[in-house]
């Protein structure tokens, strides 16, 4: 077995959180920007079925795991998962009370993942796919945080909501990895292979959701176009809110990669006291950012 890096911080499953979704959020929640706005409630979308994908694909690998380290952090890791895709349910009822049809988008990515992933290929490749999801939003942690601040003009219950998420990223972003390493036995060529795939498909899904809502929301095709255009910019013009993080990325490629190599995360432990102190995410996130002048 593989000596590996050791996590610089414990999972830790916070469960009964309650952020507090309700009418005072308005639909373009992130500054009034439409696309904003409806790039995070794609991902709010995205996360039930993703997060029930990786704990499925983990689970696989399981009954092969000897460690009893790793099978404490397995199920945390599910734990965590279990409390995200709660979450992330909430707020996607709040999307429903504004009219869209959440539950198809659901039921297709449900198909995507489970019906056409789950049949075509092999379980080695999706831990591999759900190792190279688990990079992607790591990296989301590092965007949030630093002094860029891109979430801003965000909605302090929706910010909150993702900074939540972010910080358990980051306490769990090694445990499909490891179960891919050690005991599906992934090599390099896979692994690889397998975050090409998920570099792909993951913004595809991305902007099919999203404009699937701002076409409910009655933007014209070429409205969507404009949106669209402006957006993509917004997230890849240098220092923009992807453009940090292609260093990070392409960490990924180095063999012998593993993502405790990377332990620097702004604001966790900032965010860890803040959260400490009565247990409320939407003050963690608010204290958070006053303490690091965002």
Known sequence: MAKHPQALHP???REKLDFGFDSSIPKYWFGGDAFKSRFFDALSVIFPPGEKFF????????????DPK???DIKDFNRQEAQHTLVHNQFNDHLKTQGVDVDYLL????KLLFDTYRSRYSREYTLGITSALEHFTALGAHAMFDKRD??????????????????????????????MIDYA?????????????????FPLVIFKFLNFMLKHDG??????VKLNAKG????LKPGGFVGPLYSHYFLYYKPGYHPWDETEQPGYEEWLQAFNLHRDPVEASELMRATMAL
């Open 232 to 235: 993509i910019w917004w997230l």
């Open 70 to 72: 790793l099978l404490q």
């Open 107 to 110: 039921k297709w990515l449900n």
């Open 150 to 179: 891109v979430l801003k003009e965000a909605h302090p219950k929706v910010r909150a909501m993702y900074a939540w998420h972010a910080i358990e990223e980051v306490e769990h972003k090694g445990v499909a990895y490891d179960v």
């Open 185 to 201: 036995k992934v090599g390099y060529a896979l692994r690889i292979w397998t975050l090409l795939h998920t570099t792909l498909i």
């Open 219 to 224: 933007f014209s095709w070429w409205q969507r």
């Open 11 to 13: 999972i830790i499953p």
């Open 55 to 66: 704990m499925t694909a983990v689970r696989d690998f399981r009954d092969r795991v000897n």
